[in-house]
């Protein structure tokens, strides 16, 4: 009986431990992994290879970087007042091109 009540509680334990595991978030590989897989869309061979290349070899686009581009678009130093705030809104939300 102690054999069998031991059995039942290292089990109980190992299946706690499989289900802890599962709910673990994904990592940022992880997730950029995905993001690039969904991004790859329906290329094939060489083609989807390449892609995937380059878009998991790409770097974050922080925040301070789309100020700089956005700021030294020639279109934002002729815009002033609520014209360039718009612009510069519209800039910094575009997505990088990939």
Known sequence: MKK??????????????????????????QSK?????????DKKG????????????AKPVTQQDKMKSCNADPKAKALKGD?????MKECL?????A
């Open 46 to 57: 060489d083609e989807r290879k390449a892609f995937m290349k380059t878009c998991l070899s």
């Open 33 to 41: 992994m995905a993001t690039c897989n969904k991004d790859a869309g």
């Open 83 to 87: 014209e360039r705030k718009a612009f």
């Open 93 to 97: 939300s575009a997505k990088p091109a």
């Open 4 to 29: 069998l009540l031991s059995l039942f509680a290292v089990a109980a334990c190992l299946s706690i431990g499989v289900a802890h595991a599962q709910d673990k978030a994904p990592t940022a590989q």
